[in-house]
T-cell receptor, first 119, second 114 residues
Framework: GAVVSQHPSWVICKSGTSVKIECRSL??????MFWYRQFPKQSLMLMAT?????????EQGVEKDKFLINHASLTLSTLTVTSAHPEDSSFYIC???????????????FGNGTRLTVT | AQSVTQPDIHITVSEGASLELRCNYS??????LFWYVQSPGQGLQLLLK??????LVQGIKGFEAEFKRSQSSFNLRKPSVHWSDAAEYFC????????????FGTGTRLTIIP
């Protein structure tokens, strides 16, 4: 149980275009999902917290107009990289926590990530 | 500010040998601690977690970790590694008052040699 699916697993796009990444909780509901970015051989950096039915909360230094997050249902959050540039090339990973679990004792479950390459 | 330090960027271990990956944290209280493993191009899989209670926690794939408050450490161990254990390992923490944000260490890449 507690599977998080991310799509696509990899995408190549041209500079100036937009790319949408989907994050789905397959067998549980998630009010909150998290989006991370990982540069090569580096750790994960939290970009934003996605809240179902409300605006996302962005970490300091993350451009909310560039990285649009929509959490329209309890099982789906999307990250759209708008007007992508080569420096946006990275590995993006989402995570979610089951609503059925206790806030205190439940860990986050991660998707398999999306490799974005902007040419 | 809270932080997680993994002092070893890269560790090489012979198959069948024991393993210990170090993790130190900085936080004003006892945090919730986690170890995740990441295979190349993949997401993260939870190995084990510590919230409270017994300071020696057992995880999946034969891993265990010990929380030592006096040393602010949460080192990951395995008595005998397998070639399939080669991966990137991340230690992470979050606060214990409901904030779900995870703070990750920089990771330790584990290489297994025959």
């Amino acid at each position: 149980g507690a599977v998080v699916s991310q799509h696509p697993s990899w995408v190549i796009c041209k500079s100036g275009t937009s790319v949408k990444i989907e994050c789905r909780s397959l067998d549980f509901q998630a009010t909150t999902m998290f989006w991370y970015r990982q540069f090569p051989k580096q750790s994960l950096m939290l970009m934003a917290t996605s809240n179902e039915g409300s605006k996302a909360t962005y970490e300091q230094g993350v451009e909310k107009d560039k990285f649009l997050i929509n959490h329209a249902s309890l099982t789906l959050s999307t990250l759209t990289v708008t007007s992508a540039h080569p420096e946006d090339s990275s590995f993006y990973i989402c995570s979610a926590r089951s609503e059925a679990a206790s806030l205190t004792y439940s860990p986050l479950h991660f998707g398999n990530g999306t490799r974005l390459t902007v040419t | 500010a809270q932080s997680v330090t993994q002092p070893d960027i890269h560790i090489t271990v012979s198959e069948g040998a024991s393993l210990e990956l170090r993790c130190n944290y900085s936080y004003g209280a006892t945090p919730y601690l986690f170890w995740y493993v990441q295979s190349p191009g993949q997401g993260l899989q939870l190995l084990l977690k510590y919230f409270s209670g017994d300071t020696l926690v057992q995880g999946i794939k034969g891993f265990e970790a010990e929380f030592k408050r006096s040393q602010s450490s949460f080192n990951l161990r395995k008595p005998s590694v397998h070639w399939s254990d080669a991966a990137e390992y991340f230690c992470a923490m979050r606060s214990n008052f409901g904030n779900e944000k995870l703070t990750f260490g920089t990771g330790t890449r584990l290489t297994i040699i025959p």
